[in-house]
């Protein structure tokens, strides 16, 4: 019995599909960020009108902590792993995730391009050096924690189990370095007391521009650990057969 | 055709959930029927490539579907048990969606392939309608659909008329009927009727096994001559099985109507009765548990 094989898919055209299903898909996600940024604009439209600022340069923007987060919502209801229904169709099932993760990358830079505009704007009419603001957003580490989150969600069956796991260690291994400090003196031996003062020192170092090489290395070594943490988690999902 | 020889699978946990089936199955509708827990959707799974079954081979025409499973992907469709898939998509979309990912790369094929899929299964009327908001029927409407873009020459269906009502599942029945003339469909399911209405040819499953295999005609010819019936007062059920092989017992009009499997004529009342499909299946089920 002769079988007729339909072509298999183009590459360029599931990722399209992709990011169009994606998109689909974040509506909601877009529906809040646009409440939030509402609510931002009344506030420091509120803070302006009576004189104030309106603007801290002291403040961070937690972009890092929103695109690491921000797999989950891309990810939302899809069944990463076991027997799942989209795995019956003529697509390799890690370039498919690959696809779904560029996706989100492509939506979550519109989004961060809006939240760019939306700053100048605001940023503008405060009088605020505009430009100054939207340097502030931390480019590099919102891509790598994007990275490192989709690594999470594709990588792992329980992301949220061990997210929280690892956010247990943390907090009792900064309560334990405090006690152990108090006793001990051992928080300079865990080098929390010296993450602490090179904190303080990022704060003064980033009001200026970093010297190129450093950034340049820096942004190579997140970047390339975030890539590094997606590949080894797509790996994952390669196909397994029987020989 | 599509052939499975000695196809096993042993979870890691030690669960044999399929023991050595063979069978070959012709274009047509197939059906597939055993209780729940008899690894129908396992093999079902290994058939639809999601899973790699421990031993044996699946064959579709010149595929090997073990090593090659990508190639039965590109003709094949698939309605699982549980299809749930972005609810916030409308079904235009996600037809759409499901084109693409099926090889349907020029935008006027796709357009023609989902309007025709969605007249085809009557959901064109709410075609921009979120996904999560259909009903159960629509959305096995909706699967069957997404099963047939890309004109696949094995589509598999896997329990597809569990919880619609009596309405939707007709028509559900009468899709497929439609589409299972010139390649192969493998019905899974438990509902016998499903398969004597609409399969020339059906295996029952129990415990990872096939237990029987033949046209639904042959299999009933089989049990002739040996299903029994009797009406009896319910206090009486007990002693009757007891004393007899019952497959199956049903209440009409405050009693109990109570079909048995027997070589010889049982006496007591018993009269012979036409076996229907559900006698072979009961049979099958209850010689399966002696065997066991």
Redesign the interface.
């Known amino acids: 019995m002769e079988v007729t094989l339909h072509p298999k898919p183009r590459w360029r055209d599931v990722v399209l599909e992709q990011i169009h299903i994606v998109g689909l898909s974040l509506r909601p996600v877009g529906l809040v960020i646009a409440l939030v940024l509402g609510a931002g604009t009344v506030v420091i439209g509120s803070e302006i009108l009576g004189g104030g600022p309106g603007f801290d340069s002291r403040e961070t923007f937690p972009t890092a902590l929103i695109s690491f987060l921000f797999p989950f919502a891309v990810w939302w209801r899809e069944q990463r792993f076991g027997p799942a229904f989209l795995w019956t169709l003529p697509v390799e099932r890690r370039r498919l995730a690959l696809a779904r993760v560029f996706a989100g990358f492509v939506w979550l830079m519109a989004a961060l391009a809006g939240f760019a505009v939306w700053l100048f704007v605001l940023a503008l009419i405060a009088g605020a050096g505009p430009a100054h603001q939207v340097t502030r957003i931390p480019l590099v580490e919102t891509i790598a924690a994007y990275l490192f989150g989709s690594a999470l969600l594709v990588g792992l069956r329980h992301p949220l189990r061990w997210l929280f796991g690892a956010a247990g260690v943390v907090f009792l291994t900064g309560n334990l370095s405090q006690m152990l400090e108090r006793f001990y003196g051992v928080q300079s031996l865990l080098g929390s007391r010296r993450l602490y003062d090179a904190a303080n020192d990022a704060g003064d170092v980033w009001l200026r521009l970093p010297p190129p090489a450093q950034w340049a290395i820096a942004t190579s070594l997140l970047l390339g650990a975030g890539l590094l943490a997606l590949w080894a988690a797509l790996s994952r999902h390669r196909e397994r057969r029987r020989l | 055709?599509l052939e499975l020889h000695g196809v096993s699978h042993l979870y890691p946990n030690g669960t044999r959930a399929l023991d050595g089936v063979t069978l070959s199955i012709p274009r047509g509708m197939y059906g597939l029927l055993g209780p729940n827990g008899a690894g129908k959707s396992t093999l079902m799974?290994a058939i639809?490539?999601?899973?790699?079954?421990?031993e044996g081979s699946i064959r579709?025409?010149?595929?090997d579907v073990?090593?090659e499973?990508?190639?039965l992907?590109?003709?094949?469709g698939?309605l699982?048990q549980d299809?749930?898939?972005?609810?916030?998509?409308s079904a235009y979309?996600m037809l759409d969606?499901?084109a693409?990912?099926?090889?349907?790369?020029s935008p006027a094929d796709r357009k023609a392939t989902v309007e025709t899929l969605l007249h085809q299964v009557n959901l064109w009327s709410v075609r921009k309608k979120m996904l999560s908001g259909f009903s159960g029927g629509m959305r096995q409407r909706f699967g069957i659909a997404q099963a047939l873009i890309?004109?696949p020459?094995l589509i598999i269906v896997d329990e597809p008329t569990a919880g619609l009502d009596p309405e939707e599942r007709n028509r559900f029945l009468n899709l497929l009927a439609e589409i299972g003339e010139s390649v192969v469909v493998i019905l899974s399911t438990h509902i016998v009727e499903d398969v004597s209405d609409l399969c020339h040819r059906m295996a029952v499953l129990t415990d990872g096994r096939v237990q029987i295999e033949g046209s639904p005609h042959e299999l009933i010819q089989s049990t002739r001559g040996r299903i029994w019936m009797k009406v009896v007062d319910r206090g009486e059920l007990a002693h009757v099985r007891e004393q007899y092989e019952v497959l199956s017992t049903r209440l009409f009009a405050g009693k109990t109507v109570v079909h048995i499997l027997s070589d010889r004529n049982p006496g007591n009342g018993f009269a012979p009765v036409d076996a229907g499909l559900q006698d072979v299946y009961f049979s099958t089920l209850a010689q399966s548990r002696r065997a066991a």
């Open positions: 055709m799974r639809a490539t999601l899973q790699t079954p421990t579709f025409g010149q595929i073990i090593r499973p990508e190639k992907r590109r003709t094949l698939y699982p299809f749930g898939v972005y609810p916030r998509v979309d969606h499901m693409v990912l099926k090889g349907v790369a890309g004109n020459e």
